[in-house]
């Protein structure tokens, strides 16, 4: 069959392959995580096939269209990253650390699979690891709350306004309580500030836009809060 060059990420080449695609090796944890979800029927999520002739890992295609630009933005779809979470995670019972649950970790847009409009599907699970649901859901915030500086956003065509209504709207969505809402920022500011310190960041992001991120989260927190609390 031939190989379809699938458009979307920035660190790996994946193609379609009639029903599948194929793409280098995930971590071995995310394998075992993409099996759990087969066993207990969670549907947002592609399935583990297994191994090509190339070593490749082989998936089956999720259908549906990534969130390009201009990435559909309204509270609707907000709220529907927000459930879609929180199923994946419910999902993890008895897989998950306790306290924590393996995180997509890399919300960017063309990771999410829209049908009808409306988020349906996660791909790309390779940066997945143990972390908070409330870092998870502030790392879902950056892209699908705004988040972020301006910039990357105008770019995708994501509002700049409503970005504190956008962030309670995801938020109730997944049903973060008090506690959570209230840790939500400090989580987030210490995680970009540890992908800075420790040479964490991936992809083809310039060091330059992660550390204007982090000072444009800085300066907004206060703000943000208040749509938190």
Same mark, same amino acid.
């Not at 194929?22 to 993409?34: Q, Y």
């Not at 191994?51 to 709220?79: H, I, K, N, T, W």
């Given at each position: 069959?031939?190989?379809v ?16 695609v ?11 995580? *993409?099996q +759990?979800?087969?066993?207990v029927?969670?549907d &947002?999520? =592609?399935?583990? #096939?297994?191994?090509? @002739?190339?070593? $490749? ?32 995670h ?7 650390p ?8 890399d *919300?960017? +847009?063309t ?5 009808? &409009?409306? =988020?349906?599907? #996660?791909?790309?699970? @390779?940066?997945? $690891? ?15 709350a705004?988040i ?31 506690a959570?809402r ?19 960041? $991936?992809g083809?992001t ?7 991120n ?16």
């Open positions: 069959m031939s190989e060059p699938l458009a979307g990420g920035d660190m790996n080449l994946v193609v379609r392959v009639g029903d599948t194929r793409r280098p090796p995930e971590p071995p944890e995310v394998v075992e995580l *993409l +759990w979800y087969e066993r029927g969670f &947002g999520a =592609p399935r583990f #096939l297994g191994y090509d @002739e190339q070593g $490749r890992e082989m998936l089956s295609f999720v259908e549906g269209e990534p969130a390009f630009a201009p990435v559909p933005s309204s509270d609707e779809v907000v709220a529907h990253i927000g459930r879609l979470l929180r199923r994946a419910d999902a993890q019972e008895g897989f998950a306790a306290g924590l649950v393996v995180g997509h970790c *919300l960017f +847009w990771n999410v699979i829209l049908r009808d &409009g409306l =988020p349906a599907a #996660l791909i790309d699970w @390779e940066l997945a $690891r143990p972390v908070t649901r409330t870092l998870e859901i502030a790392m879902a915030a950056t892209y699908w705004g972020r500086i301006d910039e990357q956003l105008v770019e995708w065509g994501i509002p700049l306004e409503r970005r504190g209504e956008r962030l309670r709207i995801l938020c109730d969505a997944y049903g973060l309580d008090r959570q209230s840790s939500l920022l400090d989580e987030l500011v210490a995680y970009r500030r540890e992908r800075i310190e420790q040479g964490l960041w $991936r083809t310039p060091i330059g836009i992660i550390r204007k982090l000072a444009w989260t800085e300066a907004h927190a206060a703000e943000l809060g208040t749509f938190l609390a």
